[in-house]
T-cell receptor, first 117, second 113 residues
Framework: AQKITQTQPGMFVQEKEAVTLDCTYD???????LFWYKQPSSGEMIFLIY??????QNATEGRYSLNFQKARKSANLVISASQLGDSAMYFC??????????????FGTGTKLQVIP | DGGITQSPKYLFRKEGQNVTLSCEQN?????MYWYRQDPGQGLRLIYY???????QKGDIAEGYSVSREKKESFPLTVTSAQKNPTAFYLC????????????FGEGSRLTVL
């Protein structure tokens, strides 16, 4: 069965510093995708970054990068140069077809990031 | 602009009443999803659908029902059998090939009194 695990319920980071949010996954499907989303207190889901299982290079989007270690089944999000506006909940998610061939998307429990001035 | 529209944004209902949450997308996406989020928690999958007239139970389907009669629409009914329906509900869709962004609506906040 597919599974997404985020082991850090909450984290603090100093403004302008880099921070890594952990995510591990488990799936029997060789073709899968990994996402990271940001959810501020307003509740909207903001897409940050996507990594496909066959992508050779780690995905990057501005200050966000995904440290994809396939053998270790980890997909950590790295935020460089943290800003006060980065304070939010962050969710890791995985899309795969291990459930009878249907494309299921499962989310982790999230990490609450707080950026300190 | 393309996107996902959820309505209503806020909904109050009495215990024992069924309620239906609307989700409409004009992105021409095949796959659509419903998630439930409780305060301070992650998103849990309720139901999902890849094509019209077909849908699958997610991890917490008990007490919920869906239909997919049109590609653009994927309404969720919260039935009276759902023991704790007060939550934030999010609808999402993903494009063909399933690579890239999962698009979300703005959510519907249901409070059962």
């Amino acid at each position: 069965a597919q599974k997404i695990t985020q082991t850090q319920p909450g984290m603090f980071v100093q403004e302008k510093e880099a921070v890594t949010l952990d995510c591990t996954y488990d799936t029997s499907d060789p073709s899968y995708g990994l996402f990271w989303y940001k959810q501020p207190s307003s509740g909207e889901m903001i897409f940050l970054i996507y990594q496909g299982s066959y992508d050779q290079q780690n995905a990057t989007e501005g200050r966000y990068s995904l440290n994809f270690q396939k053998a270790r089944k980890s997909a950590n999000l790295v935020i460089s140069a943290s800003q006060l506006g980065d304070s939010a909940m962050y969710f890791c998610a995985m899309r795969d077809s291990s459930s009878g061939g249907y494309q299921k998307v499962t989310f982790g429990t999230g990490t609450k990031l707080q950026v300190i001035p | 602009d393309g996107g996902i529209t959820q309505s209503p944004k806020y909904l109050f209902r009495k215990e024992g009443q069924n309620v239906t949450l609307s989700c409409e997308q004009n992105l021409n996406h095949d796959a659509m999803y419903w998630y439930r989020q409780d305060p301070g928690q992650g998103l849990r999958l309720i139901y999902y659908s890849q094509i019209v007239n077909d849908f699958q139970k997610g991890d917490i389907a008990e007490g919920y029902s869906v239909s997919r009669e049109k590609k653009e629409s994927f309404p969720l009914t919260v039935t009276s059998a759902q023991k704790n329906p007060t939550a934030f509900y999010l609808c999402a869709s993903i494009g063909q090939g399933w690579a890239g962004e999962l698009f979300f609506g703005e959510g519907s906040r249901l409070t059962v009194l």
